[in-house]
C-alpha cells in the first residue's frame, strides 16, 4: 500500500511528538521518583546508640514476622469463611433484604437491601430516600458502607432512608446490562412506593456504579431525583497523558482476551482479572507498602487490613454477554457519549437523564482521570447555552490527591465531601440549569462550610492536554478490537468452548494467583498453624519497644527506597506503554484505520477552542428544548411565583453558598405562595426563568414588574428579599444588588399620581 507524501509527514510528525511526551514524563519520573532512592540523614544516632539497641530491634523484629505471618493466616481463614458464606456484602450496617431480582421473570443476580439505622440514629421516611450502587468490577458491594464514616453513615446521620443494590458472586444465566438496568429501575420504584411523601430519591453510583446509575436515570428518568457519580469512567476515550488503564485496551488488542476468559471460565468471566489489572498499576503497594504497613503497624493495624481484604479478596463473577457489553460498547467503544450502547429498547441516550448530576473526581485517580468523569458533558453539551436549554444541572468536585479508592473508603473523605454532597441535595433543586463547581472550605466553627460557584461548559476544554485530538487513535482500537475478535470467534473460539467445562473453570479461579495466595497460607496449611502458636505466645508477652530505634529508622528507609524503586520502574513502564500506543495506533489513525468509529464532531480544533461561543451563537443539540423565539413569548406570562423566582435569580451571586441558599429557600417557602408549589413545578419554573435571563437579562428585568400586576406587590416582593438578608445575615454584596435593582424596576412616584398600576420610566 502506497502512503502519500503528506501522510508520511503526519507520521513524522506524530513520532516528534510522541517521543516529545516520552521525554518529558521521563523527566518527570526522574524529578519525582528519584530523590525517593537517595538515603535518609540516619548519621543523627550516635554510634553507642546503633550498637545498645541491636538486640532490642532484632527481638522485636522476630515478633513482628511472626505476628505478620499470622495475619495473612487469618486472612486466608477470612476468605475461606466468607467464600463458604456466599460472600455477603462487607456493609457496616445492619440491613434487610426487600426485593430479591433473583425472582423477577427476567432474573438478574441483583437486589434491593434497606439499610438498619445503627442505634441513636432516627430517619425520616418523608426525607429523600438515597440508594446506593457499588462497582461489579471484579469485587462484591458494600464498599459504599465499607464504615461507619462512609456515604451510607453520613447519608443516614443526617436522617435519610439509605437503600443499597447489591448482587451476587455468580449471574443468573441470559442476564444482560440490559436486564441489570430494568431491575434496578424497579427497585427504585419500590422506593418510591415505600416513601411516597418523600422527594425523588438519590442514586449515588461508585466507579462503574456510577455509570450504571445513569444508564438508570437514561431509562426511567421519572424515578430519579439527583445522580452523584463518584469516580465513574463515563467518557473512556478520554484522559491526560500517562493513564495507563486507558491504553490496556488498545494494548491488548481490543475485547476479544475477555470473551477468551470468560470462555475458559466455561461462559463466566473472573472478576479477579480485572482486580488483577488494579494491583499492577501500582506495584510499590501491591507487593511492598501495603505489606509493610501492615508488618510496621503490626500491633494495630490488623484489624483494619483484614477489613479490607474481605472485600478485596472477595472476587464475583460475569457471564460473557456483560463482560463483552462492558467491553466492547465502554471500555473500547465509548458507546455510551454516543448513544449508542444498545439497550433493551434501542440505545442508551444520556440526554435523556433530566436529574441533577454531582460529579465527584480526584486529581490522584489514575484509574478513573477527571476528564473520563466529565467529558461526557462536552459531548452531549458542547456549549453552556446548550447544557441550560437542556435543563441540566451538573454539580462537579474535584479531589486534589485521594486515590480512586480513597474516593469511596476514606473516612476524611466521607466526614467532608460526601456529608457536603447530601446537603448539597437539599438545595439542589433550586438550582437554575449549568455546571458548577463545588467548593468546600474549613469554617470557623471547625466544620466545613461549601460554595457553589457557575462555570461556562467551554471552560472543560482547559483540561484537555491535547485539545483531544489523542482520542483519534482509539477509533483505530475499536477497528482492530472488532477484527480479532471475528478473528477470534471464527477460528479460536469453538476449540476453548470445546476445551473447557465446569471442572477446568473451578480449576482455573481457585489457582488464580489472588486466591492461591489466601487459601494456601490458611490454617489449611499445617506451616501456618504452627506460626500462630509462636504469635499467640508472642501477643501474651510483647511490650513493643516504645523509644525510636535506629535500626527501625534504617528499615523504613530501605523500604521507602524500594518502593521508590517499583514505583520508578511502574513509571518506565507506563511511559513505555503510551509511547507504543499512541505510536502504533496514531500510525494505524494515519493510515485510515477507524475513520468510521471517529467521533469527529466531539474533537474541537484550536479554531474551535479558542475563544467560547456567546449565548447568542452557541449551538444547541437537545431536539425537545424550547427555542429562543418560543421563550420570549414567556418574558411577561406567569404571577407572582414566577416574579420572586426570578427576582431571586437576579439577586444571586457568582458564589452559591450551599448553606445560606438552604435557609433562604426554606424561609421563602415559609413565607410566600411558593410553599403551594410542588418541587416539580418549582424547578421548571427555575429552569425556564433561568433560560430567559441567559439570553434575554435586560428585557427580563424590564417586564418583571408586569409579573407582579402593581407596584405595591412588587413592593412587597423587595421587602421579602430585604427581609431574607436581614434574617440570615446575607453579604453586603447581596444588599447592593437587591439596592440596585430596586431603584431600577420602582423608580419615585411622580407627583400626583394616584394609582398603582405598573408604569415604567422611559429613562
Known sequence: MLVSQEKTALWWRLNEKVFALAQQNLRRACETQLPKLLPAPLRDYPLASWLNTGVVYWQDSLERQALYWDTLRERGDQFLQH????????????????????????????????????????????????????????????????????????????????????????????????????????????????????????????????????????????????????????????????????????????????????????????????????????????????????????????????????????????????????????FIGNDLVEGKAQAASGAYDLTAVHAPVVIFASLGDNITPPQQAFNWILDLYPSTDALKAAGQVVVGLVHESIGHLGIFVSAGVASKEHAQIVELMTIIETLPPGLYALQIEAAADGGWRAQLQEHPVESLHAHQRFARRDELAFAAVESVSAANMAAYEQWLRPWVQACSNDLTATLGRLFHPLRLQRWVWSSLNPLALATSIWAEQIRQQRQAPTETLPWRALERQSVQQLAAGLDWLGALRDIQTETAFLLGYGTLTLLGVGQEHQQAGQLPTAETTAAAPSPATAPTTVQESPTPLDLQEQLQAGDANTGLIRLGLLLQGEQIDVQQRQLSVSWLRTHTPLAELDDDTLATLIHQQSLLLWHWREAAIDTLPTLFGSKAALERAFKLYQALAKEHAADLALSERLSALRKTLLPTRRRGKTDDAITVDAA
Not at 185 to 205: C, M, N, T, W
Not at 300 to 307: G, K, Q, S, V, Y
Request: aromatic share 10%.
Open 83 to 330: 467464600e463458604a458464606a456466599g460472600k455477603p456484602p462487607v456493609l457496616k450496617f445492619a440491613y434487610e433484604l426487600v426485593v430479591d431480582a433473583r425472582t423477577f421473570a427476567q432474573p438478574v443476580n441483583y437486589a434491593l437491601v434497606r439499610i438498619t439505622p445503627p442505634a441513636g440514629v432516627t430517619v425520616n421516611p418523608a426525607s429523600r430516600p438515597y440508594v446506593v450502587i457499588d462497582p461489579r468490577a471484579g469485587h462484591g458491594p458494600g464498599i459504599g458502607g465499607f464504615k461507619a464514616e462512609s456515604e451510607i453513615g453520613v447519608a443516614l446521620q443526617a436522617g435519610h432512608p439509605v437503600y443499597a443494590v447489591i448482587f451476587f458472586p455468580i449471574p443468573e444465566p441470559g442476564q444482560t446490562m440490559a436486564d441489570v438496568t430494568a431491575a434496578e429501575a424497579e427497585f427504585l420504584r419500590y422506593v418510591r412506593q415505600s416513601h411516597p411523601d418523600a422527594p425523588k430519591p438519590v442514586l449515588i453510583g461508585n466507579c462503574q456504579g456510577g455509570w450504571a446509575a445513569l444508564l438508570v436515570a437514561a431509562s426511567s428518568p421519572e424515578l430519579v431525583g439527583a445522580v452523584v457519580a463518584n469516580g465513574a469512567p463515563v467518557s473512556y476515550w478520554a484522559g491526560n497523558d500517562n493513564n495507563p488503564m486507558r491504553y490496556a485496551g488498545g494494548m491488548l488488542g481490543g475485547s476479544w482476551l475477555a470473551l477468551l476468559a470468560a470462555d475458559l471460565g466455561n461462559g463466566l468471566f473472573d472478576g479477579a482479572h480485572l482486580v488483577s489489572n488494579f494491583e499492577n498499576l501500582d506495584l510499590s503497594n501491591t507487593l511492598v507498602s501495603k505489606h509493610y504497613h501492615l508488618y510496621d503497624q503490626i500491633d494495630t493495624e490488623p484489624p483494619r487490613f483484614l477489613d479490607f481484604e474481605r472485600w478485596w479478596g472477595a472476587n464475583y463473577l460475569m457471564n460473557a454477554a456483560e463482560i463483552r457489553w462492558i467491553v466492547d460498547h465502554l
